[in-house]
């Protein structure tokens, strides 16, 4: 075992009773299971700067207070971040209604502005967060604008869809409403939801605040959490304009994943935009 982690687990009190495990599933970290005398640990290896990003997420997730379980940070230091192993099952249609509720409620953490108080990342992409009192601005200057340049200058984009992007982020303030910023988990696809005994859990948050939907729209994106979530999200307050929202915040994923993954997600920025632009010309 590695001496930096062994004089982590060392200053926290954790008893390894075996060897590091390689788990999957990870997009840049080395993740491990390791059994303890306390119990089994997750340990992940990446760079320092996420895993203080992970785990200031995850303190900012668990101090809302919600009904969602969040594993708790057990050590963090030099590049190595240890945190709870939590115990999974098979979902079922009580455990999406309270998903759906937590998420309600860590949506009802509102803060004054969007963005957070430092940048993080979401997967291996930088993702600033400088604060802005409007979500649409933050939006097409944090979010839109940056990646949909560098995906250009990557030649992932051409110029005609490049300026399409462009072009429907300079347009938000003509239908999206301006609002406070909610907590987010703000990289919640499906992987990053568990089912637990005692409920659903969230892991991996690149947090911030945010319009509500960039949680929703992220969780819809290659899949469904089914009618049961959002019968309990919305609480029968559904905003009419929900389609609409959901093209606008999957682009930003979508384009993430472009960045990242290469041009077998240009279809999918494709569609996004036009199903934008769709709307735009009802």
């Not at 948050?205 to 949680?215: G, L, Q, S, W």
């Not at 199903?275 to 735009?280: A, C, I, M, P, S």
């Amino acid at each position: 075992m590695e001496a930096r982690l062994r004089h982590l687990l060392t200053t926290h009190d954790i008893a390894p009773t075996g060897e590091l495990e390689p788990l999957s599933g990870g997009d840049s970290a080395a993740v491990y299971t390791l059994s303890t005398r306390q119990g089994r640990v997750i340990v992940k290896h990446d760079d320092p700067e996420r895993l203080r990003g992970e785990a200031k997420g995850l303190h900012a997730l668990a101090g809302a207070h919600t009904s969602l379980i969040i594993p708790e940070v057990l050590g963090q230091a030099e590049g190595w971040l240890v945190i709870e192993a939590l115990e999974t099952q098979p979902a079922n249609r009580q455990d999406a209604t309270a998903l759906g509720e937590g998420l309600r409620q860590l949506h009802g953490v509102i803060g004054s502005s969007h963005g957070w108080h430092e940048d993080n990342a979401c997967g291996l992409t930088p993702q600033p967060n400088a604060p802005l009192a409007d979500g649409r601005q933050f939006q097409r200057e944090r979010r839109l604008l940056p990646l949909c340049e560098a995906c250009f200058q990557r030649g992932l984009l051409d110029s005609a869809l490049r300026r399409r992007i462009e072009q429907q982020a300079e347009q938000l303030e003509r239908w999206l409403p301006d609002g406070p910023g909610s907590l987010l988990h703000g990289d919640l696809w499906s992987g990053n939801v568990l089912t637990t005994p005692c409920g659903p859990a969230l892991i991996d948050p690149a947090i911030y605040r945010h319009y509500p939907e960039t949680d929703l729209a992220m969780l819809t994106l290659f899949g469904s959490p089914g009618d049961a979530f959002f019968e309990a999200y919305w609480n029968g307050n559904a905003p009419a304009d929900w389609p609409r929202r959901e093209a606008l915040f999957q682009l930003y994923p979508l384009l993430n994943h472009l960045l990242l993954f290469g041009v077998s997600y240009r279809g999918g920025v494709e569609r996004s935009v036009a199903r934008l632009e769709h709307y735009q010309d009802l």
